[in-house]
C-alpha cells in the first residue's frame, strides 16, 4: 500500500526505460489507474533518417510537467461521463464517476448516445 506521499512516482532518467519497472513500483489491487507515458519518434526528420534519440532536460521542470498527468485524468473525469461496472461475487453493478455528475442530467445512463459537450482548450 501506498502512502499519500507516495500518490505520485515520477523519475528522470538517463537509463533506458522499463515501463513494466514503474508499473510495478505502483501497482497496488486498491489502485485505480496507473498512467504512464511512452515517447516515439519517426523514423525521418526533414528527409534524413533518424538512428538514435538522446534526451536532455532541466530536471525541476520536468517533473514540475510531468505532474501535470494529474491535472489531465481530473479533468477527464469531470468532464466525460465515464460509467464501469464492476463485478462480484454475487453480482454486479454499474459505478458513474462522481466528478462527472454535472454531466449527467444530460446524459442518463450507460448504453445510451451521449450528447456532445465542448471541449476546453
Known amino acids: 500500500m501506498f502512502t499519500a506521499e507516495d500518490k505520485f512516482y515520477i523519475e528522470v532518467t538517463g537509463d533506458a526505460l522499463d ?33 538514435k534519440l538522446e534526451y536532455e532536460a532541466y530536471t525541476p521542470m520536468a517533473l514540475k510537467k510531468l505532474e501535470a498527468v494529474h491535472w489531465a485524468i481530473d479533468e477527464l473525469k469531470a468532464s466525460v461521463p465515464i460509467w464501469k461496472k464492476e463485478f462480484f ?26 450528447p456532445a459537450v465542448p471541449c476546453k482548450r
Do not use: C
Open 89 to 114: 461475487e454475487d453480482g454486479s453493478t454499474w459505478k458513474e464517476n462522481p466528478e462527472s455528475r454535472r454531466l449527467l442530467q444530460a446524459h442518463p445512463g450507460p448504453g445510451e448516445a451521449a
Open 19 to 51: 515501463v513494466m519497472k514503474y508499473i510495478n513500483h505502483v501497482a497496488d489491487p486498491a489502485a485505480g489507474a496507473i498512467s504512464t507515458f511512452s515517447g516515439v519518434t519517426r523514423n525521418n526528420f526533414q528527409g534524413k533518417s533518424v538512428i
